[in-house]
């Protein structure tokens, strides 16, 4: 019973330390918003798939601590316009690097007041740049005929000479390895096919490109990219297209092609030109339509 009482007291004898530093340092004309509450340091990170951990030391002292400790971080990827900004109370963060060489990251802590939003103290940023080499760029993958998986990649001019590509990817638990690279004049492989290969929706396929260097075993790299099957699905032409003469009609139908699932949530857009036999075109676009579609074209 005896600690809950004490709790409160301590939590105000806190605040009034608080008061006291911030008055001091307006009396001394510091800034009262990054008064004494030390910045994070020795920001650094640590290799964890399919990233790094960013992690940094605290600097909050431990009377300081009675109040809510957050760390602000923010960061930006190289080359690039992304920009993320968390708040969190751990002194780590697992970062996805896709295929971003790198980030520009600053963390600050604030102090909240024990339980509410209030932010007592701020410090000031600490700033921490990562970078890694990307040796490919334009990597791009497509699902097609519902089984088949093409994925291909440049290499960039500055990539090494003495290193290979390797895909896999993992889906649905399992993992997959390239059945047939392809390769590129310097017998560089550039890209990957696989057949009968079924996905499921919408569990992603998550790429690993690992980079070995072929001379010594050591300095593999590897890059991680996932992909939402469906948003990668070449689809299928419509099936059974048939037409149908029907009073001075034609009836044109079709149905849905077969797909991974592509056709549960969206809509499809069908395009269907028609020649006249003297080369005139007839072009029409059918909207998300039902199963079998029914069209009919009046013969001028
Ligand atoms: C915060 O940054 C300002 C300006 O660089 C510096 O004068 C001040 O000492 C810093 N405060 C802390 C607590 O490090
Ligand atoms: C960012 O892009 C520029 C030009 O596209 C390139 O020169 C630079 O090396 C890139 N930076 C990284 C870290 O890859
Ligand atoms: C590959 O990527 C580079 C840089 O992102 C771009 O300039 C180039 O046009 C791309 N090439 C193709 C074929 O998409
Ligand atoms: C699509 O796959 C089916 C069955 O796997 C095969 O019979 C057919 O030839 C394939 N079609 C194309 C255009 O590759
Ligand atoms: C995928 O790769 C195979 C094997 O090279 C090729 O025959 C096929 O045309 C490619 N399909 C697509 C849609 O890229
Ligand atoms: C990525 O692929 C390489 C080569 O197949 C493998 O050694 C490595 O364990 C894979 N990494 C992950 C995280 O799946
Ligand atoms: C296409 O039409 C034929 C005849 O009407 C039918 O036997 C066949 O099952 C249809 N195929 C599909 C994929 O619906
Ligand atoms: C053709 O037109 C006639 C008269 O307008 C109508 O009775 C008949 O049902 C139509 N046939 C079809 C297949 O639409």
Request: charged share 20%; proline share 5%; aromatic share 10%.
């Amino acid at each position: 019973m005896a600690y809950c009482t004490i709790a409160p007291v301590m939590k105000m004898l806190n605040l009034i330390w608080y008061k006291m530093l911030i008055s001091v340092s307006l009396a001394s004309g510091e800034p009262t918003g990054t008064a004494r509450l030390m910045a994070p340091s020795d920001l650094r990170v640590s290799k964890h798939w399919p990233g790094v951990i960013l992690s940094w030391n605290s600097n909050v002292r431990e009377e300081m601590e009675m109040n809510d400790v957050k760390y602000v971080l923010t960061y930006t990827f190289l080359n690039s316009t992304k920009e993320v900004k968390e708040r969190c109370s751990e002194t780590e963060k697992k970062i996805s690097l896709n295929l971003y060489p790198g980030f520009v990251a600053k963390v600050k802590t604030q102090l909240l007041l024990s339980g509410t939003r209030n932010i007592i103290m701020e410090s000031n940023w600490t700033e921490f740049i990562y970078t890694t080499p990307v040796y490919i760029q334009n990597l791009s993958c497509v699902i097609y005929n519902i089984s088949n998986l093409n994925c291909t990649w440049d290499i960039k001019t500055e990539a090494p000479e003495d290193v290979q590509y390797f895909l896999s990817y993992r889906h649905n638990k399992r993992d997959y390895e390239c059945q047939l690279h392809f390769k590129n004049i310097n017998k560089k492989n550039t890209g990957c096919h696989f057949k009968e290969v079924y996905f499921i929706p919408p569990s992603k396929i998550k790429l690993n490109i690992s980079v070995k260097d072929l001379r010594n075993n050591l300095g593999t790299h590897t890059y991680y990219k996932a992909f939402i099957p469906q948003r990668i699905e070449k689809l299928n032409p419509p099936n059974n297209v048939s037409i149908a003469l029907e009073n001075g009609s034609i009836r044109i139908s079709w149905k849905h092609p077969p797909n991974i699932g592509s056709s549960k949530r969206s809509c499809f857009i069908y395009q269907v030109k028609i020649r006249d036999l003297k080369g005139k075109m007839v072009f029409l676009e059918v909207r998300c339509p039902s199963l079998t579609r029914r069209h009919h074209v009046a013969l001028s």
